[in-house]
């Protein structure tokens, strides 16, 4: 499997950005997926993940509220709508997959996922 993220950018607070991962492959539809961010300094966290059908999805409780992930099985694409966007959400965005473990519980773990797309850079500006 191999992903491909988009939709990083420069914004204002405020402001929305989507994201998106393209995955190749023929499995895509019975991974779960998700999305972790590293800012500068900081060490990687957790933001969302979705399920393989797409039915359960988690959040990290700092975009609760204000970033929806979802996952378009049809298209081996998923993605990572952020509204409200806020100057703390400023980091590189890498979008994973676990494959190990297929329709398999979801997780916050990065241990969980094991491949990784390349970083898509959100910066937002106050």
Known sequence: VQ?????????QAGDSLRL?????GDLFSSYNVGWFRQAPGKEREFVAAI???GGRVLYADSVKGRFRISKDNAKN?????????RPDDTADYYCVV?????????SM?????????QGT????SS
């Open 3 to 11: 992903l491909q993220a988009s939709g990083g950018g420069l914004v």
């Open 109 to 117: 773990r990065s241990s969980t996922y094991d491949k990784w797309g």
């Open 121 to 124: 850079q959100v910066t937002v």
């Open 20 to 24: 998106s991962c393209a995955a190749s």
């Open 51 to 53: 399920n393989w059908r």
């Open 77 to 85: 694409t998923f993605f990572l709508e952020m509204n409200s966007l």
């Open 98 to 106: 676990e494959i190990r473990d297929r329709m398999g519980p979801l």
